[in-house]
C-alpha cells in the first residue's frame, strides 16, 4: 500500500519509494522520510496539500502528489 | 595561515544561534566566492589567537541539491586545498539526532576533521530525552559538546574544546566534493545513515512516549493553525496585523527622521551662506541621507516581525499553507514572504527572498517583488486619485476614490501572478524545487535573537544599498541643479529681491516667487532639459514635459513625483497630498485652455507607476542580491517596457470609452 490510501493518525512505516524521481527520493531521504521510518499522516493544509506528516520525531510539510509513490506498511 | 571552524548542519538546528554566541558582534557578511548565497564569517577569540569562524548554509545530506548545499561542500574543498587549519562543528538538534547525525558521520568519514555541539539540550530534557555524550563521542570518534545556544548551557565547555587543538592542517585524505562523484557521494550518505543511527540509538534514551512532547504541542497547534477555515482566517489576520505595524507604527519614526533631517537641512542652510556649498549639503547630501535612512524603521520592523514568525514556526506553515495555491504560477509558498514584504518595501521584500534555497525560484521572485504597491507608491496613488477620481464616484454605495485604490493593490499581485505564469515558460521555470518541507516545533521567539536579526539585516541595508542610494541621489542633485539658467533666473531672482526689499514684507507672495524661482531651476536644469527631450517619447501617454521630469526624477523614488510636481507647480512645499498641488492638476490647461490633464492622463500614470521599477535603491539591491548588473538591467528594461505599452493602451482607451 501507499501513503495515500493510509488515513489521517494511522502510525505506518516506509518500505520504500515507487516511481519517484531521483531528486525528489534524495530530497525525501535527506529530510528523514527513508525505509524503515515510521511515519503518522496528521493533517491536510487548508488547501488539501501539502500533508503534514509525522516522520520519525519531525514534522514535514509533504506536496500530496509524492504520497502515491511512498509505499508503506502497517507499523 | 587561517585557522577556520566552519559550522555546518541541517536548517534548523540552532546553528546561527550558536553562530552569534561564539562570535558575538565580531561578525561580517559577504557573499561566498563565486556565488550570491550569503557567507556569515566572525572571529572567536581562543587562547592560541584568533579563529576565524563561518557559518554555512544549511545542508540535509551529503547528496547536495540546492545552490546552498553546493556552497557548503565546495567551501569546505576549498579549505582543505588551501592548507589552513579546519575543524568542522557540526550542529545537531538533541531532539533529533537520528536525523542530524548524518552530516558528522558522512564527513568523518569523507576525512574531514569534524566536532559535534549537540544543540538545544534544554528543550531534549524537556522531552524527556537522556543523552550520553561520552558513549556519542566513542561511537562517532569526534569531540561532542552538549550545548544550549539560545540558555548559554555548554557554551565554556564548546569554548574551550574549540580552542584546544582540535583543528587540523593536514586535510590530504579529505575529500574533495568539487569533483566527487554521484555513486561515491551515495555510499558516503549510505554509510552515515548506518552509523548516524547506530550511534543514535546507543547513545539516547528515549521517553516512554508515542510522540516527543514538542511535537505533540506543535500537532496540537496546527490543528488550530492549519484547520481548514480557522487556518485562512489566522492567516490574513496575522498579514493584516503585519500590515498596520509596517504603517502604523514605521510612520511615526519616519515622519520624525525626515522632519529632523528636514529641520537639519534648513538650519544649514539659514548658517550657510547661499550657492552650490550649501545646496550641496542641504539638497543633495541631507537628502541623500534621508533617503536611506527614512527606510529603517520600515526594514526594522517588517524584520522583527518576520524574525518571530521565523523563529515560532509559524512561517513554514504559513508558507505550506499557500503552496498549493502559488503552483499553478510556477511559484511555491516561499515567495509568500517576499511579496509580502513587498507591500512595504521592495528592499526588505528582494532580501526576503534570500530564504528561497533555489536560485531560479529565488530570481523568479526577486523579479516580480517590485510589483507589489511598496509604500512609496502610496503618495503617488493618493495625489492622482484624489485629483481625478471624482469623490462623487461611488460604485455600489462604496467610496470610489477608495476602491480605486484597493484595485491598484489587486492590479500589483495580478500582474506579478501574471508574469510568473510569463516565466513559467521560460528557462527560469523549476519544478517543485523542495517538494517536502521540514515544519520545526513552535517555539516562543528570543529577544536577543530577534534583536541580531533585526540589527543585522538594517546594518546590510543601510552599509550596502545605502552607499549607493546616497551616491545616486548626490548625482541626481547635480542634474536638477546645474546648469544654472543665469539668464531664465535673474528676473526672477530680481523680483524676489523686490518682494523682500518691500515696506510690508508679504510672505505669500515670497513663497510663490520662490517657487517660481525652483521651477525655473529645474526646467533649466539638466534634469529639466532632459525632461523636455523624453516629452516626445512621453506624448503618447498623455504626459506633459512637466510629468515627464517629475517621472524621471522618480526613478530616485517614486514618491519624489509628487515633490517634484510639486515645485515645478511652483508651490515649493513637498506635501504629499497638499490640495494645493492637486487643485492645480485638476485646473492645468494648455495655451489654447483645454483642460492639461484628465483622467485618461490618470490611468497611465497609474499603470505605469504600478508596473515600472523606477526605484534606484530597489535596482541597486537587486544587483547586490544578483552578483550582477544583468539582472536588474534586464528587470528594469522588462518592467519598463511593460509599463509604458500598458500605459498607452489605458491611456488610449480611457479616452476612447470615457472621452
Avoid at chain 1, 47 to 55: F, G, H, K, Q
Avoid at chain 2, 149 to 154: H, I, V, Y
Wanted: charged share 15%; net charge positive.
Amino acid at each position: 500500500m501507499t501513503l495515500d490510501t493510509i488515513p489521517l493518525d494511522v502510525p505506518v512505516r516506509v518500505l520504500g519509494y515507487a516511481g519517484l524521481s531521483l531528486h525528489d527520493k534524495e530530497r525525501l531521504a535527506g529530510l528523514g522520510l527513508r525505509p524503515g521510518v515510521a511515519v503518522v499522516k496528521i493533517l491536510r493544509t487548508p488547501l488539501r496539500d501539502p500533508v503534514e506528516c509525522l516522520v520519525g520525531s519531525q514534522l514535514l510539510a509533504i506536496e500530496a502528489r509524492l504520497l502515491p509513490q511512498i509505499r508503506v506498511e502497517a507499523a | 595561515m587561517n585557522r577556520v571552524i566552519a559550522l555546518a548542519g541541517r536548517p534548523n538546528t540552532g546553528k546561527t544561534s550558536l553562530f552569534n554566541a561564539l562570535t558575538g558582534l565580531r561578525q561580517r557578511t559577504a557573499n561566498f566566492a563565486g556565488c550570491t548565497v550569503e557567507k556569515a564569517s566572525g572571529t572567536m577569540r581562543a587562547s592560541s589567537g584568533e579563529i576565524e569562524i563561518v557559518d554555512l548554509p544549511g545542508t540535509f545530506s551529503m547528496l547536495p541539491q540546492t545552490e546552498d548545499e553546493h556552497v557548503s561542500f565546495r567551501f569546505l574543498s576549498e579549505c582543505a586545498g588551501s592548507g589552513d587549519d579546519l575543524l568542522v562543528l557540526c550542529v545537531a538538534e538533541a531532539s533529533n539526532l537520528e536525523n542530524d547525525l548524518i552530516l558528522p558521520a558522512g564527513l568523518k568519514a569523507a576525512g574531514y576533521p569534524v566536532a559535534l555541539a549537540v544543540n538545544m539540550i534544554d528543550e531534549s530534557r524537556l522531552n524527556g530525552i537522556k543523552l550520553d555524550a561520552a558513549e556519542l563521542s566513542g561511537r562517532l570518534m569526534m569531540p561532542v559538546a552538549l550545548v544550549s545556544a539560545r540558555t548559554g548551557e555548554g557554551l565554556l565547555k564548546l569554548d574551550a574544546l574549540l580552542a584546544h587543538g582540535v583543528l587540523r592542517a593536514d586535510l590530504s585524505d579529505a575529500m574533495d566534493f568539487r569533483c566527487a562523484t554521484k555513486k561515491r557521494l551515495h555510499e558516503l550518505q549510505d554509510g552515515a545513515v548506518e552509523r548516524a543511527s547506530a550511534a543514535s540509538s546507543a547513545s539516547v534514551t528515549w521517553p516512554h512516549r508515542a510522540v516527543l512532547p514538542t511535537v505533540a504541542r506543535s500537532i496540537r497547534i496546527d490543528r488550530m493553525l492549519l484547520h481548514p477555515v480557522a487556518g485562512p482566517v489566522i492567516l490574513v489576520a496575522t498579514m493584516f496585523l503585519l500590515f498596520q505595524a509596517l504603517f502604523i507604527g514605521a510612520r511615526p519614526i519616519m515622519e520624525f527622521l525626515s522632519g529632523a533631517l528636514g529641520a537639519l537641512a534648513n538650519s544649514l542652510r539659514a548658517l550657510l551662506p547661499g550657492g552650490a556649498l550649501a545646496s550641496l549639503l542641504c539638497d543633495g547630501a541631507i537628502p541623500g541621507i534621508s533617503a536611506v535612512i527614512v527606510f529603517v524603521p520600515q526594514i526594522a520592523i517588517l524584520f522583527a516581525m518576520i524574525g518571530s514568525l521565523e523563529q515560532s514556526g509559524y512561517l513554514p506553515r504559513a508558507g505550506a499553507m499557500v503552496d498549493r495555491a502559488l503552483r499553478p504560477f510556477g511559484l511555491d509558498g516561499r515567495v509568500f514572504i517576499p511579496f509580502l514584504s513587498g507591500f512595504a518595501c521592495a528592499i526588505p521584500g528582494v532580501l526576503a527572498a534570500r530564504t528561497i534555497a533555489s536560485e531560479k525560484r529565488r530570481i523568479v521572485t526577486i523579479l516580480l517583488t517590485p510589483l507589489m504597491t511598496c509604500s512609496a507608491r502610496i503618495p503617488v496613488y493618493t495625489l492622482l486619485i484624489t485629483a481625478f477620481v471624482p469623490a462623487t464616484f461611488r460604485p455600489m454605495g462604496f467610496n470610489g476614490q477608495g476602491v480605486v485604490m484597493a484595485g491598484m493593490y489587486a492590479f500589483g499581485v495580478v500582474m506579478a501572478l501574471l508574469l510568473a505564469l510569463v516565466l513559467k515558460f521560460t528557462s527560469f521555470n523549476e519544478i517543485h524545487p523542495s517538494p517536502a518541507t521540514v515544519l520545526p516545533p513552535y517555539r516562543v521567539p528570543s529577544a536577543r535573537e530577534l534583536t541580531r536579526y533585526v540589527w543585522v539585516r538594517c546594518w546590510h541595508f543601510l552599509s550596502r544599498a545605502g552607499q549607493v542610494i546616497f551616491i545616486v541621489s548626490l548625482i541626481l542633485w547635480a542634474l536638477a541643479v546645474f546648469p544654472r539658467d543665469a539668464a531664465r533666473l535673474a528676473p526672477i531672482e530680481a523680483e524676489l529681491a523686490a518682494v523682500r526689499a518691500g515696506s510690508a514684507p508679504d510672505t505669500g507672495l515670497e513663497r510663490a516667487v520662490l517657487g517660481r524661482l525652483a521651477a525655473a531651476r529645474i526646467e533649466g536644469s539638466a534634469l529639466g532639459r532632459a525632461g523636455r527631450l523624453i516629452e516626445p517619447a512621453f506624448r503618447p501617454l498623455g504626459w506633459d514635459w512637466r510629468v515627464s521630469v517629475a517621472s524621471l526624477s522618480a526613478l530616485a523614488a517614486r514618491e519624489v513625483f509628487v515633490g517634484t510636481l510639486g515645485t515645478i507647480y511652483a508651490l515649493g512645499g513637498e506635501s504629499n497630498a497638499s490640495e494645493g498641488l492637486i487643485a492645480a492638476l485638476r485646473e492645468a490647461r494648455n495655451p489654447d485652455g483645454t483642460e492639461r490633464y484628465g483622467l485618461a492622463t490618470a490611468v497611465s500614470l497609474l499603470i505605469f507607476f504600478a508596473i515600472a521599477l523606477q526605484c534606484i535603491s530597489t535596482i541597486v539591491t537587486v544587483r547586490r542580491e544578483t552578483g550582477s548588473w544583468e539582472i536588474p538591467a534586464l528587470q528594469f528594461a522588462f518592467l519598463f517596457g511593460l509599463a509604458y505599452a500598458l500605459a498607452f493602451a489605458g491611456y488610449r482607451l480611457t479616452l476612447a470609452f470615457l472621452g
